[in-house]
């Protein structure tokens, strides 16, 4: 049901992500257009009362607020590219995901047509849209994210970066990078018992264990991990990189002994015997971090 008082909102793109915010926004009474390349995707969504525009252009000119759930940035230049005649004060809510100097650019190619800009970043899986578990990165215009916090915080909870545009992307990619880093670990693992005929049903429960278990041993060492990176302080009273190294050879000998891919443990490897060779073999594995800013 559609509530004549609340923010029109038009989302463009409906995937998965696009189509569970489009449902939460005309869940919360916002008057909803839609649009999307392939218009039969719209199908569902129009049936829960959203607006299936016609054109990319007659999308933006039905709301002020404009979210965007697309693959990339490119694909919000080729879709609003030929609408920067309607761009002019409306705001652009970009979720979609790139990296920090195109989404910059984006900002300013946006205000050279009259529009705001916001970035964010997703953090949740669609189910999740709406959720209390749900949030968001947000950065650009303080002022404009405050004007939408409310639309916006139907979506997730919005945490709000400063007014940097390419911020929120960067905070963005660096959650996925431990997201994807460890799901590829978690496959590697698995992989690697698999090879004792231990199967993926008994073993990823234990090894989702030690996942759990990593902010408990993060907190177990002397003060803060990252009040003392900041410090440029890596005490080796638990745990350090000469000992890691040591694990980190013992599992690229393992795979290799398993004849499984080699990419993952390779890479670790190389960042615990970078630190041993600039003579911080005596430090806290977060040490490795010197070599990860400054790659020879």
């Known amino acids: 049901m559609r509530h004549t008082g609340q923010t029109p909102v038009t989302l463009i793109g409906l995937g998965p992500m696009g189509q569970a915010m489009t ?39 039905a709301s002020g607020l404009v979210i965007l759930s697309l693959t990339d940035y490119q694909a919000m230049h080729d879709v609003l590219g030929p609408t920067t005649g309607s761009l002019a004060g409306r705001t652009i809510v970009n979720l979609s995901s790139d990296t920090p100097d195109r989404t910059r650019a984006a900002a300013d190619w946006a205000g050279n047509h009259g529009a705001t800009f916001l970035t964010g970043g997703v953090m ?39 007014e940097d545009p390419g911020q929120a992307q960067l905070m963005y990619q660096a959650q996925l990078d431990v997201f994807l880093t460890t799901l590829s670990s978690l496959m590697h693992a698995t992989a690697l018992l698999g090879t004792a005929g231990l199967t993926a049903a008994e073993t990823l429960p234990e090894l ?10 993060l907190d177990a060492g002397d003060g803060s991990p990252g009040a003392n990176i900041d410090a440029g302080k890596h005490p080796g009273d638990l745990s350090t990189i000469t000992m890691m190294a040591a694990t980190a050879d013992h599992i690229a000998g393992a795979s290799e002994a398993a004849g499984i891919d080699l990419t993952l443990p390779r890479a670790v490897q190389a960042y615990f015997h970078r630190a041993i060779e ?13 070599g990860i800013r400054k790659p020879h």
């Open 23 to 61: 449902r939460t926004l005309l869940a919360a009474g916002h008057p909803v257009t839609v649009w999307n390349r392939t218009p039969a995707r719209a199908a569902g969504v129009v049936a829960d009362g959203a607006i299936l525009a016609a054109s990319p252009a007659e999308a933006v000119e």
């Open 124 to 162: 949740i899986p669609a189910p999740m849209v709406g959720t209390e578990g749900a949030y968001v990165y947000y950065s650009g215009p303080t002022e404009v994210f405050e004007q939408h916090r409310t639309t916006l915080a139907l979506i997730g909870a919005p945490r709000f970066l400063g």
């Open 208 to 217: 989702i264990g030690t996942v759990r278990g990593i902010p408990a041993m």
């Open 278 to 290: 600039d003579g911080h073999g005596g430090d806290n594995w977060t040490r490795i971090i010197d």
